[in-house]
């Protein structure tokens, strides 16, 4: 069938609108089967089973993080305090940036926003005060001590 792969049909969204207004999921289903299909329990009533059939509540691990058998610890971030990562965006710099980094994206975008150097605007006053409290945040961290 045209617009199909492996077993899935895709549809414009023009489409996608007319099936959505005709699909009926409780078409077929008595009054009673409706009433359960609608309990927010719905589900959750059944036992999950594990290997062998036994009872056990599994579910997905795509990442394999809770697997018992990994070999390394994922390694720690940079800047790993809670705030940094905000910080590090307001100052336009990623997880790598190291303290020079740091120091100079504050230089950089103090001399932006503050009212002195851009002719009095004083509609950037937000911006200078995140980028304060950014620097601020992250003068404080371990990693920025460590490595001044």
């Given at each position: 069938?045209?617009?199909?792969?492996?077993?899935?049909?895709?549809?414009?969204?023009?489409?996608?609108?007319?099936?959505?207004?005709?699909?009926?999921?409780?078409?077929?289903?008595?009054?009673?089967?409706?009433?359960?299909?609608?309990?927010?329990?719905?589900?959750?009533?059944?036992?999950?089973?594990?290997?062998?059939?036994?009872?056990?509540?599994?579910?997905?691990?795509?990442?394999d993080l809770f697997s018992a058998d990994r070999k390394a610890a994922?390694?720690?971030?940079?800047?790993?305090?809670?705030?940094?990562?905000?910080?590090?965006?307001?100052?336009?710099?990623?997880?790598?940036?190291?303290?020079?980094?740091?120091?100079?994206?504050?230089?950089?975008?103090?001399?932006?926003?503050?009212?002195?150097?851009?002719?009095?605007?004083?509609?950037?006053?937000?911006?200078?005060?995140?980028?304060?409290?950014a620097y601020t945040h992250l003068k404080s961290a371990h990693r920025?001590?460590?490595?001044?």
């Open positions: 069938m045209p617009g199909s792969e492996g077993g899935w049909q895709f549809l414009c969204l023009e489409h996608v609108r007319a099936f959505n207004a005709k699909y009926n999921f409780f078409d077929g289903l008595n009054p009673d089967e409706i009433r359960e299909a609608q309990s927010p329990l719905a589900g959750w009533e059944r036992a999950t089973t594990g290997k062998g059939g036994r009872e056990a509540f599994t579910f997905g691990d795509p990442l994922p390694s720690p971030k940079r800047w790993a305090a809670f705030g940094d990562a905000q910080a590090l965006q307001a100052l336009g710099l990623g997880d790598g940036a190291t303290p020079d980094d740091v120091r100079r994206a504050y230089k950089r975008l103090v001399r932006r926003y503050h009212p002195d150097s851009n002719g009095g605007d004083r509609a950037q006053e937000g911006k200078l005060q995140a980028v304060v409290n920025f001590q460590s490595e001044s």
